[in-house]
């Protein structure tokens, strides 16, 4: 891949305009335009253009110029757990989440913070240019808030009993009122999941987040496990509760999962997972589904309904999980693996995925996600195989090899 001259970055730096030509620009927000270009002034695209449209300053080579990427959802504090807390199938959930509060346990909080900086490093070497992450009492807030990225950190919190309910919305009142939005990293809240969060505490932090505007992100029926425990009050997370001295049924919502869609629908939502949950259900409008492809795989659960959510019109978007249930943080593999297990899911709309729709899910789409004169100048060189094919789009998901570089805000990262 080419290289652009020392000179051209420090003008794009300084404000003068420098136009990037490769040989296909994915502006996202529209059709790809092979040998189109980019045009960027200072921190801000000046123009995306067609072939011939302005004379290129850089040329970029055989790599597809795409957006910076979005990784909608990871956990940067389980970064240290690869390969340590391998997924069980479907049926055996509870077995990996006692693996990972056992993880999670065993760690200092400069270990943690460690975990976070990896995470980090990784999401950065992938392209990424926004991420979210939620992190137990919004630990990565500081890591993240100075990596050169955007990003919404979560606020996680956790406690099916009434007095741990309590703490925990006491203790995200104090992370809230302590935490300002930066240029480039906002809060949110993450009440982890219906099986894991008191039924008042759910209802506590959407309205601390309608009060603050932050988003909110909960794991929403992830496994067959949680959607027996909701309908029935049985099933391994009984077990699984109990063990972990949590187990209080009248903390539970009383409706399974459509008690919670309905709980969360004037809050912008953020539903992790859905592997279950039934695309027939009326979502509010500000839902995104997240959906983390190769975690869903590693645990043997049928096919996603991603589809079905899409024909509905529900956005999607795509998030990592974390490095517990993944092999990488990076997007853009997600993404490839959705092109290759899921054909029935168009090309482009994959690729939407990982850029715009989940800038949009994490409030940034006015900055981030697609490539558009005055947002952001953000983008990832990533480089092509060596021949044709009829939608570039297949060029893009197709399994290749090569550094990739990232542009972010004007500048290209080492």
Not at 62 to 81: E, K, R
Not at 163 to 187: D, F, Q
Not at 332 to 348: G, I, M, Q, T
């Amino acid at each position: 891949m080419a290289t652009d001259p020392p000179h051209q970055t420090a003008a794009a730096a300084n404000g003068f305009a420098v136009t990037y030509t490769a040989r296909v620009v994915f502006p996202v927000a529209g059709p790809p335009l092979p040998g189109g270009t980019l045009t960027v002034a200072g921190d801000r695209i000046l123009a995306v253009e067609p072939r011939g449209a302005r004379a290129a300053d850089v040329d970029l080579g055989n790599v597809a110029l795409i957006p910076g990427l979005v990784n909608a959802h990871t956990h940067l504090d389980l970064s240290g757990a690869r390969g340590l807390v391998p997924p069980a199938d479907a049926a055996h959930f509870t077995d990996w989440l006692r693996g990972v509060i056992a993880y999670r346990r065993g760690r200092t909080p400069e270990q943690v913070q460690a975990d976070i900086r990896v995470g980090l490093a990784e999401a950065l070497r992938a392209g990424t240019t926004l991420l979210g992450d939620i992190a137990a009492e919004g630990a990565s807030w500081d890591a993240v808030a100075a990596t050169p990225l955007r990003a919404v950190v979560f606020h996680e919190l956790i406690g099916l009993p009434h007095a741990r309910a309590v703490l925990g919305i006491a203790t995200a009142r104090g992370w809230v009122s302590g935490r300002t939005p930066t240029p480039l990293c906002r809060p949110g809240l993450s009440p982890h999941a219906p099986y894991s969060v008191n039924a008042r505490l759910h209802k506590e932090a959407v309205n601390l987040a309608r009060e603050t505007r932050f988003p909110v992100a909960v794991h929403l029926a992830e496994s067959p496990a949680e959607l027996e425990l909701l309908r029935r009050r049985r099933g391994p997370l009984v077990e699984f509760l109990k063990r972990v001295g949590a187990w209080e049924p009248d903390g539970l919502a009383h409706e399974h999962e459509e008690w919670l869609v309905r709980r969360l629908r004037r809050a912008p939502d953020l539903y992790v997972h859905a592997n279950y949950l039934t695309p027939t259900r009326r979502l509010p409008r500000s839902a995104t589904v997240v959906y983390c492809p190769r975690t869903h795989a590693a645990f043997g659960h049928p096919p996603h309904p991603v589809r079905d959510f899409l024909a509905r019109g529900v956005r999607v978007c795509l998030g990592t999980d974390s490095l517990a249930s993944n092999p990488d943080l990076d997007p853009l593999a997600e993404a490839r693996f959705v092109r290759a297990r899921r054909p029935d899911v168009a090309a482009d709309l994959i690729l939407k995925m990982v850029t715009l729709a989940g800038a949009e899910a994490l409030g940034w789409a006015d900055e981030a996600g697609s490539l558009e004169a005055g947002k952001s100048a953000d983008a990832v060189a990533v480089p092509l195989p060596d021949r044709d094919a009829a939608d570039p789009h297949e060029l893009l998901l197709a399994d290749h090899p090569g550094a990739r570089r990232t542009l972010f805000r004007g500048a290209w990262r080492d």
